[in-house]
């Protein structure tokens, strides 16, 4: 391993309700629920470390769970940098997973939407090779604000930058002209293909990611669930990897598991096309069972 991965974003309980019939209005529809830690930033960042890579995760959370997040992430293999929120509660994550193992998510971002200027510290770039922002920054002012401030530093530094555009819903609420004026200077994106779709108006995966591509000028990896992924790069189509087989019970951080585990095999050098190879092996891994990070 050549250099640290620097993750920057959210952190999240998840609330994980398993359920095989459909909800039912008004009344009760039996569930599997488990408590679990989240978060896109942490979930990459806990894959990425399981995969071998030395990582630090820089996030904000509720005063009252600093210790315990801080315990799971350094079992994890991750070094933390938490910032405690006296007056936001940790974000909580509610994921509804279906018989076939799609979720539907109710989402309070709590302390992760206040992450900011105030919490960064140059310091947190040395001995990084590359920097992994979260979506979910781009969703609110302070986490813009930061964002912008990584990304100006790692121009800079010659750092390269990923970003995962985290969700369709918020993303399309922020409007995709202002999420690329944001993430200009990222040399790699990990749109899945309905966020791809919606940042190029292209229905098909391929041309989306192509088009991305070109407009970004990064390398673009969408992510089509059990369709696997497919490499775009300078507005042409590098490559697609398959998704191996596997039985879906809850895909709740499949995407994240991709990008940590993809963003490791890159820090060892592995060419894109391995690297995803790598990434679609540890999502089909992480959607045979609940909860969004390794066991």
Known sequence: ?????????????????????????????????????????????????????????????????????????????????????????????????????????LNDRGA??????ADWDDALLDGVARVHLSGYLFFSAPGRDLAAHVLRTCRTRHLPVSVDPASAAPLATLGTDAFLDLTAGADLLFPNQDEARLLTGRADADEAGADLSRRAGALVVVKRGADGVVLCEDGTVLGSVPAPAALAVDTTGAGDAFAGTFLAARLTGAAPLAAAHAGCAAAAHCVTRPGARPT
């Open 112 to 117: 992760s939407a206040a992450l900011g200027p």
């Open 1 to 105: 391993m050549t250099g640290r991965l620097l993750v920057v974003g959210d952190l999240a309980t998840d609330v994980v309700a398993v359920h095989q019939r459909p909800l039912a209005p008004a009344t009760d529809t039996p569930a599997r629920i488990v408590l679990r830690p989240g978060g896109a930033a942490a979930n990459v960042a806990a894959w990425a470390a399981a995969a071998g890579a030395h990582t630090t995760l820089l996030a904000r959370v509720g005063a009252e769970s600093v210790l315990g997040h801080e315990a799971e992430l350094r079992h994890a293999g991750v070094h933390p940098v938490l910032r405690a929120d006296p007056d936001r509660p940790t974000a909580a994550i509610v994921c509804l997973v279906d018989a076939t193992g799609e979720r539907t998510m």
